[in-house]
């Protein structure tokens, strides 16, 4: 066989391969979740309420929701792609007592004690129920949730602000998109445009019509500051960027420290200065 068909043959097989693995292990790249709870709310002192709803397709998704004496405000939480709300029980200690608003932090389908197999369109699907959640099991109204997400959660509250009103829209270490990611993570193999997982948040972010923050730790080890820098760009005013000097992808709120909660609170306050306030 002449060496140059055995390329071309090369060249056609490659392509098939890389598309038959990014089939098979597309999920576990990007998903990694925990079903082991690590602890309660109540472990740190904070009362909660453990709370169970359904979403449209019928999954049944857990969440905690922390009130605040002092909040006006509810923060709708969405986490990134590991572990379970469990492992954020610092954070949310932190936010709680800094930031001072109610919290509602879920699970999204197959991770902690949420039922279902996760998938993208699964995550949005839990975005919508939570946000339904809020306004009808709790006649919390539109203008009083903020919603905040941190790296994939980042891209399931941008799809979820870009449908629903909402007061505000925080993003911190968000990701472009997959595609963007696996060129972070893959350098060298071009699996991209295989993936079917898609989390574009630099194309929906441009349809956002909250206030938007964006913070970014500079010394993030997985999702590069860049990224973030991207999103904000991308986004329509108003909007705000806030560099976490020092932090990688976990720490922020710990290398960030005081200065990192007055940006998220004073934000919170200047989205509900410019809005008219909801009767509800």
Same mark, same amino acid.
């Given at each position: ?5 055995? !390329?071309?043959?090369?060249? %056609?097989?490659? =392509?098939? %391969? ?27 002192? $904070? @009362? ?18 922390? =009130? @605040? ?8 939480? &969405? ?62 109204? %539109?203008?009083?949730?903020?919603? &905040?997400?941190?790296? $994939? ?8 602000? !870009?449908?629903?009103? #909402?007061? #505000? $829209?925080?993003?911190? @270490? ?7 990611? #696996?060129?972070?993570?893959? =350098? ?12 574009? !948040? ?8 909250? =206030?938007?923050? !964006? ?10 500051? #860049? ?33 990192? &909660? ?19």
């Amino acid at each position: 066989m002449p060496r140059s068909w055995r !390329v071309l043959k090369l060249g %056609l097989f490659i =392509p098939i %391969l890389l598309f038959l693995w990014s089939c098979q292990m597309e999920n576990s790249l990007i998903f990694y979740p925990t079903s082991e709870m690590d602890g309660t709310p109540k472990e740190l002192g $904070l @009362s909660y309420e453990d709370i169970y709803f359904t979403t449209e397709d019928g999954v049944k998704l857990n969440g905690w929701f922390i =009130p @605040s004496s002092e909040g006006e405000f509810t923060l709708l939480w &969405f986490h990134g792609n590991a572990g379970n709300i469990s492992h954020r029980l610092q954070n949310i200690r932190l936010l709680h007592e800094k930031v001072k608003t109610h919290i509602f932090i879920i699970d999204y389908r197959g991770y902690g004690r949420s039922e279902g197999r996760v998938s993208e369109a699964g995550t949005y699907q839990d975005a919508e129920a939570a946000l339904h959640y809020l306004r009808t099991q709790r006649d919390i109204g %539109l203008k009083r949730i903020v919603l &905040f997400g941190r790296s $994939l959660g980042a891209a399931v509250a941008v799809h979820l602000a !870009v449908r629903e009103d #909402a007061l #505000a $829209l925080i993003l911190e @270490s968000p990701f472009g998109s997959i595609r963007e990611m #696996a060129k972070v993570v893959f =350098p060298f193999l071009p699996i991209g445009p295989f993936l079917r997982t898609q989390y574009d !948040v630099l194309e929906k972010i441009k349809q956002a019509r909250q =206030p938007v923050l !964006v913070l970014h730790g500079d010394q993030d080890d997985i999702v590069p500051f #860049a990224q973030g820098k991207k999103v904000f760009e991308a986004a329509p005013e108003p909007k705000e960027f806030y560099t976490i000097r020092g932090a990688n992808h976990n720490n922020t709120f710990v290398v960030g420290g005081d200065p990192y &909660f007055s940006v998220l609170r004073s934000f919170i306050e200047r989205a509900a200065a410019r809005t008219p306030r909801d009767p509800s």
